[in-house]
């Protein structure tokens, strides 16, 4: 009985680390791509519109990154 309770603990902690892990990648990829655009500003020309689309794809992709090593590790023997 003890180890099913386990199990949903541990999965809905793993929910709560992804929801965080995504929100911090969301803020560093919008930091890193405004930091750049300021810095570029007579060069390169974003829109915000085109820094979000830019954070959600590295978002998206870092999500991805988190969830294939989590499932690798829960694999591991």
Do not use: N, Q
Request: net charge positive.
């Amino acid at each position: 009985m003890e180890s099913k309770w386990r199990k949903r603990w541990d999965m809905v902690k793993e929910v709560i680390f992804f929801l965080i892990v995504t929100a911090c990648a969301f803020g560093w990829w919008m930091l890193t791509i405004l930091l750049i655009s300021f810095v570029t500003l007579s060069v390169l020309h974003f829109t915000i519109e085109g820094i979000v689309i830019a954070a959600v794809v590295g978002t998206v992709c870092v999500d991805i990154w988190y969830v294939v090593r989590r499932v690798k590790e829960f694999r591991k023997p």
